[in-house]
């Protein structure tokens, strides 16, 4: 199984300032199809997850542009710009280029 | 509008079953692959299975492989999880997500709770 680790667990961000977001997985995201199915999703307090990012880079429709993803082969980085108060939750990286599908354990992003 | 609706959760006995439904709305159904992911309280987010929009292949984790069945319904644009079997460490938040390579569409959530 492609295991994913997330860092940092908890990131404490003030209002207006940048966060990153690590996850890297055991082996390399490359589909045979050419693509690398890693994902961002955002998990708000008491909310389902929701899409932010897909194929490493890639912004869902509705998606703020202060949120941006980059890297490849196993090294992946969610950033977001300037944090704003609605960006408070858990985020998550999962890959889906190999079954089983897996997450990352998540990043806690709150205010401080 | 694009939507995920889960319905079927509830307070089970250990060993017993639940059928889980899935009902999708505002788009072509029968197009996408379709999920089952579940997050346990305080817990992250574990992938449960995957099944391809025609039912031609499926895929379980194997914490639920041999336990819960997933299927669908394409001329009713359902999805359903028949969970048997039942145990303490199922208890969850069990989500319906649209698409295996980006789950882009998710549902509310339907709660499993496992509990004598």
């Known amino acids: 199984d492609i295991v994913m680790t997330q860092t940092p667990l908890s990131s404490p961000v003030t209002l207006g300032q940048p966060a990153s977001i690590s996850c890297r997985s055991s082996q390399s995201l490359v589909h045979s199809d050419g693509n690398t199915y890693l994902s961002w999703l955002q998990q708000r307090p008491g909310q389902p997850p929701r899409l932010l990012i897909y194929?490493?880079?890639n912004r869902f429709s509705g998606v703020p542009d202060r949120f941006s993803g980059s890297g490849a082969g196993t090294d992946f980085t969610l950033k977001i710009s300037r944090v704003e108060a609605e960006d408070v939750g858990v985020y998550y990286c999962?890959?889906?280029?190999?079954?089983?599908?897996?997450f990352g354990g998540g990043t806690k992003v709150e205010i401080k | 509008e694009v939507q995920l609706v889960e319905s079927g959760g509830g307070l089970v006995k250990p060993g017993g079953s639940l059928r889980l439904s899935c009902a999708a709305s505002g788009f072509t159904f029968s197009s996408y692959s379709m999920n089952w992911v579940r997050q346990a309280p305080g817990k992250g987010l574990e992938w449960v299975s995957s099944i391809s929009s025609s039912s031609s292949y499926i895929y379980y984790a194997d914490s639920v492989k041999g336990r819960f069945t997933i299927s669908r319904d394409n001329a009713k644009n359902s999805l359903y999880l028949q969970m048997n079997s039942l145990r303490a460490e199922d208890t969850a938040v069990y989500y319906c997500?649209?698409?295996?390579?980006?789950?882009?569409?998710w549902g509310k959530g339907t709660t499993v709770t496992v509990s004598s």
């Open positions: 999962t890959q889906a280029t190999q079954f089983p599908l897996t």
């Open positions: 997500a649209r698409d295996v390579y980006v789950m882009d569409v």
């Open positions: 194929k490493i880079s």
